[in-house]
């Protein structure tokens, strides 16, 4: 069972020795963790298929999905999907007397 404290870990000796390369270029250097989740949270978005990420907001809106995980995975798309939810939703309550439809 994975928890919070285990770590991710992969191969990836050229990644590491370009990382450093990079890093001694700067003036500073470059914070590698900061890139490897950045580019972890990127890659995870887009692998999602659009089903997945309306079942991971519905899973977020039933409370089976935590919000950071939600934010990690779908991000701004939490936000828009929420709006047009409600788009729909005031949508549905519209009347329709008065409206005709040509045949």
Sequence with gaps: MATNNDKIQFRGADEKRASQRLSEMRLGGINISELAREGL??????????????????????????????????????????REREAVGKAETLSTDGVFQNE
């Design 41 to 82: 949270k990127e890659k995870l978005r887009e692998v999602l298929s659009n089903e997945e990420r309306v079942e991971l907001h519905q899973q977020y809106l039933d409370g089976e999905l935590d919000e950071g995980v939600a934010k990690i995975l779908i991000g701004d798309l939490l936000e828009d999907i929420e």
